[in-house]
């Protein structure tokens, strides 16, 4: 059974730094892709960023290019995201999700209402206030 499951949230300050890790199981093979979501108080889930296990690539939202940045270690199955200059608006709860096709994570990211993932942890809170 595929899981996935985050963690690393906190409370960080303004212009702080956070990592938060995504540990994934159960999948039968390295052909996987895992996306970053976050869903902030009274608003809709967003996407973040994501990545495709087997080689890397990568895909970010543009509110969060330049200042997040999403990596894998395959001998431990996690996948993270890095979070400098960290912003108030920044405060969600972070999602990790997985799904089988890169191509349709990278739509997930751009517009999750519109499309699903297969596979969702429950989730981190990152909270920036000073």
């Known amino acids: 059974q595929v899981q996935v499951v985050e963690s690393g949230g906190g409370l960080v300050q303004p212009g702080g730094s956070l990592r938060l890790s995504c540990a994934a199981s159960g999948f039968l093979s390295d052909y996987y892709s895992i996306g970053w979501f976050r869903q902030a108080p009274g608003r809709e889930r967003e996407g973040v960023s994501c990545i495709r296990n087997e080689d890397g690539r990568t895909y970010y939202v543009d509110s969060v290019k330049g200042r997040f940045t999403v990596s894998r270690e395959n001998a431990n199955s996690t996948v993270y995201l890095q979070m400098n200059s960290l912003k108030p608006e920044d405060t969600a709860i972070y999602y990790c999700?997985?799904?089988?096709?890169?191509?349709?994570?990278?739509?997930?990211?751009?517009?999750?209402?519109?499309?699903?993932?297969?596979?969702w942890g429950k989730g981190t809170l990152v909270c920036v206030s000073s």
């Open positions: 999700a997985a799904a089988g096709d890169f191509v349709e994570t990278m739509a997930a990211v751009q517009d999750p209402q519109g499309h699903a993932m297969e596979y």
